[in-house]
């Protein structure tokens, strides 16, 4: 399984934790159950295989992390999302934006032009190009804002 894969599945899962607070505990280890897991369908990022441990882990950690975290990043996606509410955001693309903003923050391993490229180009299975744009416009402004405070990666120019 790629992390393209794990990311995927660690989007999917954040967006049952929105639907069912309290799922990144005890759903979350249903889901990783072998014979669940294999019922699952291609869509849902299980055509790779049974996630290996680290992969197991990583998306766990986004899962549990977005959901700890859920209001400072939700503070963020407001603040870059001028004008709108967290009510008018579909609850795919609140996701999809959480789990790159966690992974900005919090994750050493995932550089944060990767985070906003592989949003955008997960986005772009689940969203129309509008919301798309409307991600990469957010996600943009949100990575720009940190370099604005001494991080040091940003959005490659045109994304």
């Known amino acids: 399984m790629t992390r393209a894969a794990a990311r995927e599945i660690a989007v999917q899962l954040c967006f049952a934790d929105s639907e069912n607070p309290g799922f990144s ?15 699952l369908p291609p869509e849902t990022g299980a055509e790779g295989g049974y996630p290996s441990g680290k992969q197991r882990d990583y998306i766990r950690g986004i899962v549990c ?11 963020y996606i407001e603040k870059f999302a001028r ?3 967290l009510s008018r955001i579909s609850k795919t693309a609140l996701a999809v934006m959480r789990v ?10 995932v ?7 592989e949003a955008v180009e997960l986005a772009k299975s689940y969203d129309v190009p509008e919301t798309v ?5 957010v996600l943009g402004s949100f990575i720009r804002s940190l370099g604005e405070t001494g991080a040091s990666e ?3 120019a045109g994304e």
């Open 83 to 85: 004008g709108w509410k």
């Open 100 to 109: 790159a903003i966690y992974e900005t923050l919090y994750v050493d391993d």
């Open 111 to 117: 550089p944060a032009g990767v985070a906003v490229s």
């Open 65 to 75: 992390g977005v959901a700890g975290h859920r209001d400072e990043i939700d503070g």
């Open 25 to 39: 505990g005890e759903g979350l280890d249903s889901f990783f159950e072998k014979e669940y897991f294999s019922t």
């Open 133 to 137: 744009s409307f991600i990469n416009g």
């Open 154 to 156: 940003t959005v490659p």
